[in-house]
């Protein structure tokens, strides 16, 4: 039976993650490839595996923790600001937590970008072990105000 290969962008849209991501993944060795012209062809029996092991249920909704290194590796981000700062922050949280806590994040976030300050913001939300992953790119002064906002969690 001939091997089905994918491109990176159709990896990246099966796993539902960023393409750098997919180019991780093959310089790890967490997913199998081969250069085929030039270009990375990847092996659908390695995506398979790749889902298997992870214990991934792929829904079309779902947001890859993985791609949260894109804020570190993309051009997206360019500022003429002095300094960026990018940070993760996890905090474990009850259920009755997280639409407030999203509430006071959104608000700096919303005032910021409403100002025309570059700045970035994401999370994802595990709800089987209460986890929060937040992540923010910006000026010290938007993080300031990021800090602020997450205190009274503490």
């Known amino acids: 039976m001939e091997q089905e290969f994918l491109t990176i962008d159709e990896a990246a849209n099966i796993l539902n993650v960023h393409p750098k991501t997919i180019r991780r993944y093959i310089n790890s060795g967490k ?49 003429e600001d002095t300094i960026q700062i990018c940070t993760i922050v996890d905090y474990f949280v009850q259920d009755d937590q997280v639409k407030q806590l999203l509430k006071d994040v959104m608000d700096i976030v919303a005032d910021y970008s409403m100002d025309k300050k570059k700045s970035r913001f994401n999370y994802v939300y595990d709800d089987t072990d209460n986890k929060m992953r937040l992540v923010f790119w910006g000026t010290p002064t938007y993080m300031e105000k990021i800090v602020s906002a997450l205190k009274p969690y503490e």
């Open 31 to 79: 997913i199998s490839a081969q250069k085929v012209a030039g270009s990375w062809r990847i092996y659908q029996d390695s995506i398979n595996e790749y889902l298997g092991s992870c214990g991934v249920h792929h829904h079309q909704d779902d947001v890859s923790k993985d791609d949260f290194c894109i804020f570190m590796d993309s051009d997206y981000f360019n500022s």
